[in-house]
T-cell receptor, first 114, second 113 residues
Framework: NAGVTQTPKFQVLKTGQSMTLQCAQD?????MSWYRQDPGMGLRLIHY???????DQGEVPNGYNVSRSTTEDFPLRLLSAAPSQTSVYFC?????????????FGSGTRLTVV | TQLLKQSPQFLSIQEGENLTVYCNSS?????LQWYRQEPGEGPVLLVT?????EVKKLKRLTFQFGDARKDSSLHITAAQPGDTGLYLC?????????????FGKGTKLSVIP
């Protein structure tokens, strides 16, 4: 089925380790973004991209890097994992970067940093 | 960035009851979206409203956008256990030539059979 695919579904990291969360969409969406969801905090924007080769920071970018070499893929890199990065991470995409277009979300990656 | 306040935070009702949840802001929305999120899954878009006073219906769900575009409500008629989930509102705001979505913290709905 078409949509946003996130891998892995679950991950446990030790403090200081690095890893990449994968996100791919097959809908030819222009806009992609990463959110983290924490209890009591809601969904907060980490990074976003308006097209291949273009990325920008969101509300909580520290400790994360992104790149967008193709329209389809938008990986999120944790440089040196910290317990504060324990969260559920969602990738989302939208056809256009305009207010009338809704987001399609992946099913999330649940990350625990110990 | 707009701050979105959703109420109530939690709601537990019996199957067959009606309910309304709210989304409010001190700023004017350029547009408003409602999502439903089930446990272990990502949010799923229910509706987008852009015009003040707009009303949209999706089966038993009725979405209303306030005339002043500062508030929105979601009304569910005859709730069913399948309606259980986290209901999120999200508002678009402009930044650096593109729009971003800011999410409220959600209303967690439990429908008891």
């Amino acid at each position: 089925n078409a949509g946003v695919t996130q891998t892995p579904k679950f991950q446990v990291l030790k403090t200081g380790q690095s890893m990449t969360l994968q996100c791919a969409q097959d809908m030819n969406h222009e806009y992609m973004s990463w959110y983290r969801q924490d209890p009591g905090m809601g969904l907060r924007l980490i990074h976003y991209s308006v097209g291949a080769g273009i990325t920008d920071q969101g509300e909580v970018p520290n400790g994360y890097n992104v790149s967008r070499s193709t329209t389809e893929d938008f990986p999120l890199r944790l440089l040196s994992a910290a317990p504060s990065q324990t969260s559920v991470y969602f990738c989302a995409s939208s056809l256009r970067r305009q207010r009338n277009y809704g987001y399609t979300f992946g099913s999330g990656t649940r990350l625990t940093v110990v | 960035t707009q701050l979105l306040k959703q109420s109530p935070q939690f709601l537990s009702i019996q199957e067959g009851e009606n309910l309304t949840v709210y989304c409010n802001s001190s700023s004017v929305f350029s547009s408003l979206q409602w999502y439903r999120q089930e446990p272990g899954e990502g949010p799923v878009l229910l509706v987008t409203v852009v015009t003040g006073g707009e009303v949209k219906k999706l089966k038993r769900l009725t979405f209303q956008f306030g005339d002043a575009r500062k508030d929105s409500s979601l009304h569910i008629t005859a709730a069913q256990p399948g309606d259980t989930g986290l209901y999120l509102c999200a508002s678009a705001y402009s930044g650096a030539g593109s729009y971003q979505l800011t999410f409220g913290k959600g209303t967690k709905l439990s429908v008891i059979p």
